[in-house]
DNA sequence: GTCTATAGAACGATAGAC
DNA sequence: GTCTATCGTTCTATAGAC
């Protein structure tokens, strides 16, 4: 038998925000975010409509409440690596290691990630607020940047951002190479220009 | 009046295909590869289905001619720039001075790559016959920076095909940040990054 | 009693079937 | 071209926490 206590309203809020996300997590990675309806989510969840509009403003909203827990959550690979201040040629190796993994788990993400940027392309209002979803990422890409040169002991870049922009589209470019042709990231490329692009 | 040539029938074949190329290029620009039926696109250029399927396999092979088009008739901008051996700096000044108008003329072949793209995710047929486009894409690099390293009197680097890969990677990133979030791309980014990469 | 999370009916838009 | 099903969204009623 379960302990079953009775939930403060905040709790209990909180547990069904997780767990209408965790559904649409599932539903929008099955379905696409296209396939998907907000009935089959609130049903994966075990609610109703009603529950889905309580806690996020749209079906837009509710996909980007999910790509702020993927990018807090996990962030891009190399972002965790960078902060230590190790040698470029260890977190290249560590990197290409784990990259076809990586590139196999990103799959679904991948398909919501494009179905979502076309959405943004042909409403404006959506656009804005995934945009300002890539700057916070850039914004997170340029502190990883600074926190490793503060690790390595050097002065941090002076185009600091110049260079978080370039690695968030290098890997959003190589993401897409990686789906549809794999065989062209083989070879070390991933290593070889993180290499370039963090060079002094 | 016009002089009316009797054409041959390989001439006719060819202004056919031609016709229903720009139609296609026209009625998919504006209803994307998925809204867009082969039926529009026969009547847009003047023809019925029977004309399409006779120089197409099929509607993904019609996208995939357009491809192949846009790929060999403009490349991607600094390809072409790439070859005269021209100083970094000087494509550097070229590119950042047009690269607001190449980002708004490439709106709408963005939109139907990334149609194309997500449906090539979930079809693996697709996906190797776009896999083979970007190949090609990779090898035009290769050839681009190859004929660089002649014109400067260089030796070519020994990782052309790395740094082919890591261009086109980092342009495919550029152009999806560029729709959403433009301002990113401002200060520079391009040119100080294209400089990174071609770096000895 | 008050407040609010949720259920579920109602509405307008749109796409697909026929 | 019409009809139907479906979906996103809005609105209202209600049950239960405070």
């Known amino acids: 038998m379960e302990k079953r206590v009775r939930l403060t309203r905040e709790e209990a809020k909180a547990r069904t925000r997780r767990a209408l996300l965790d559904a649409a997590a599932a ?4 379905h696409g975010f296209h396939g998907a ?34 990018l807090s959550a996990e962030g891009p690979p190399p972002i965790g690596l ?3 201040g190790a040698a470029i040629d ?22 919501l ?25 850039c914004d997170d890409y340029a502190g990883s940047l600074e926190r490793r040169a503060v690790a390595r002991g050097e002065s941090s ?8 922009v370039a690695l968030m589209a290098f890997e959003n470019g190589l993401s897409l190479l990686g789906f549809i042709a794999p065989e062209l990231l083989e070879g070390g ?5 993180l290499a370039r692009l963090l060079e002094r």
Chains 1, 2 share one sequence.
């Open 90 to 111: 260890a977190i290249a190796a560590q990197i290409e290691e784990t990259l076809p993994q990586e590139l196999e788990r990103m799959r679904d993400w991948g398909r």
């Open 37 to 70: 309806s907000i009935d089959m989510v609130a049903e994966a969840a075990g609610y109703t409509k009603g529950a889905v509009y309580a806690h996020f403003a749209n079906k837009d909203e509710l996909y980007l409440a999910l790509l702020d827990e993927h």
């Open 113 to 137: 990630t494009y179905e979502f940027v076309l959405h943004a392309m042909r409403d404006d209002g959506v656009r804005a607020r995934l945009a300002e979803r890539f700057h916070r990422a």
């Open 157 to 164: 870049p002076s185009d600091l951002r110049q260079r978080a």
């Open 82 to 84: 960078l902060e230590g």
């Open 27 to 30: 539903v929008f990675s099955e």
């Open 189 to 193: 490329v991933y290593s070889a220009t």
